[in-house]
Structure formats: C-alpha cells, structure tokens
C-alpha cells in the first residue's frame, strides 16, 4: 500500500503562474482532504471531497483557488495567477469514510517567486 | 465545535515518558479524542485515538479522566525520533464533521 502520493513534492513558480498539485489517496479511500500550512503557522483546512462532488470547500480562498476529484485519477488542487502570499506546504489526506481517521501525504512544497 | 487546549511546548529527555496534556471541557458525548503528531518537514501522522476507555498502541497510550473533559498522550520512552507537534482533536464519532480541525499543537522537544 503505497499511501497517500502527492507530487511534486516541491514546485516553484513565478508570479502570476499556475501551480496544479496531485493527490493520489491510499486505496480504497474515498473521501480527500486539502490542508495549506504557512510558515510556521498551523495546517489550515482548505476543501474536503468526495468522488466527483466537492463536500465542503469553507476554507478555500473565494478566487484562484479551486479543487475537484474526478472519478478517475488524482484529486487536484489549482491555484490561478500565485501570489507570493501562496507561497505554503498544502498537505492531502484521505479517509475510508467521515468516521475514520485520516492518511496524509508528504506534501507539496510551492515557492511563488 | 469542541475546542481542545494544549501547553505550547514541552521537554523532555531521550529515554524518559512523556506525558502530553491536552483539555476538553466542551466534549460532547459522540466526540473521539484523536491524537496526530507532525514530524519537520513531513506531513501530520495518526497517533491514537479513543472514546472513553484508555487505548494502547504501539507508538503510544492515551488516557481518558473519567469526566472526558481531558486526555494524555502517553510516549512511554521518547526518543529523538519523537520530536514533533503534537496535536489533540475532537471528532464527533458519527461522520457529521467531515474535517479534522488543527489547533496549535504542543512541540515537543526531546534533549539527548
């Protein structure tokens, strides 16, 4: 079981940029997990999804940032036009179901320069 | 939701027990207490979790007072390899909070 592959693990992009992030839950997990973790500060939930369907997105900034599951292949998470302040670890978990616990990934480290 | 609090920091010695306050006063009664931990650089990993009695695993045990109103992580002998954030979260058992909320965290520092 290969867990929760994320990639790439470090990405640099200049301002105004695309920065595209791959989650690849563990097997058999359904439900999908984005955290964004600031320097120094503590992971902060961005957007939790479920094949196909975006469950709860209250943490996701209102523009530039969007997320979706489809139903085969990776969650990714998009970030339009970056900005240094982007500039974060973003962390993917999954779970089997809402009652379990959670696998994270290594994460993705973007620098916007 | 339920709000956890945990001491920002604390030391230890290689080879000691630590032992990892976390308080709950506004558990409710459909609330696991869940414990992650976050090692530099990585992202945050499963600890333990439970519901009211005391839990064993391998990395570590967690006990409940019997109000559930606070809990220890216990590390039976810390090693450097434990140096992390460790962070204490309330999760209502049936599924209806879909996301783990992340407080602070304790970092736990373990001196050689």
């Known amino acids: 079981n290969a867990g929760v592959m994320q990639n790439p693990r470090h990405l640099v992009r200049r301002r105004g940029q695309e920065a595209r992030l791959r989650c690849s839950p563990m097997?058999?997990?359904?439900?999908v997990y984005w955290y964004r973790q600031l320097p120094e500060e503590g992971l902060k939930f961005m957007v939790y999804l479920q094949k196909e369907n975006i469950i709860d997105e209250s943490g996701m900034p209102k523009e530039r940032f969007s997320a979706e599951f489809p139903k085969e292949g990776p969650s990714i998470l998009r970030i339009q036009q970056v900005v240094r302040g982007d500039s974060a670890a973003y962390f993917c978990?999954?779970?089997?179901?809402?009652?379990?616990?959670?696998?994270f990934g290594s994460g993705t480290r973007l620098t916007v320069v | 939701d339920a709000k956890t609090t945990q001491p920002n920091s604390m030391e230890s010695n290689e080879e000691e027990p630590v032992h990892l306050p976390c308080n709950h006063s506004t558990i409710s009664g459909t609330d696991y207490i869940h414990w992650y931990r976050q090692l530099p650089s990585q992202g945050p990993e499963y600890v333990i979790h439970?519901?009211?009695s005391n839990v064993n695993n391998r990395m570590a045990s967690l006990a409940i007072a019997e109000d559930r109103k606070s809990s220890t992580l216990i590390l039976h002998r810390a090693t450097l390899r434990d140096a992390a954030v460790y962070y204490c979260?309330?999760?209502?058992?049936?599924?209806?909070?879909?996301?783990?909320?992340f407080g602070k965290g304790t970092k736990l520092s373990v001196k050689p």
């Open positions: 097997k058999g997990h359904s439900h």
């Open positions: 978990a999954s779970s089997p179901a809402t009652v379990y616990g959670y696998t």
């Open positions: 979260i309330l999760r209502d058992r049936t599924g209806s909070q879909g996301n783990l909320i």
């Open positions: 439970g519901l009211t």
